[in-house]
């Protein structure tokens, strides 16, 4: 059998350049694997007891184009996953990085308030504002 391409790995690159061979241009493609799965590290499989395993470790994808994410979802389902920093502030949960959120999870109601409104009146709605330069802006009130 003949091919006009060979491929050595079948991580991300090698299947979607292996893919893009194949459909777009109209070549044979053989790819060689040395390990039994196709995805590299990305892989994972469900163990005997039905959890899923990564097995290199854990693997998340971002994107923000959605070029990209129609045509991976022609070859995957894909698992939503959420991420939520939380630091320990005396005993406390609360989000990172430091947010308004933050402020009524640290503070009674009516102080957090008034530090929402100072924060705002300063610096303005969705502004992200260094440590260093909320330190410096303080009045030493």
Known sequence: M???????????????LAER???????????????????????D?????????????PHIFHTRSKEVWNYLS?????RP????????VEGKKVPIPFNLN??????????AAKLEDLLLENFGFGKKVPILQL???????
């Open 2 to 16: 003949k091919f006009d391409w060979l491929i050595i790995g079948a991580g991300y690159s090698a299947c979607v």
């Open 21 to 43: 061979l194949a459909t777009q241009l109209d070549k044979r493609v053989l790819i060689v694997e040395k390990r039994n799965h196709i995805g590299g590290n990305a892989y």
């Open 45 to 57: 499989y469900y163990n005997e007891h039905g959890h899923l395993i990564h097995k290199y470790g």
């Open 74 to 78: 022609r070859f995957t389902q894909w």
């Open 81 to 88: 996953y959420y991420h939520q920093v939380l630091g320990v």
């Open 102 to 111: 933050t402020l009524y999870e640290l503070f009674p109601p009516n102080y």
């Open 135 to 141: 330190k410096e802006s303080s009045s030493g009130d």
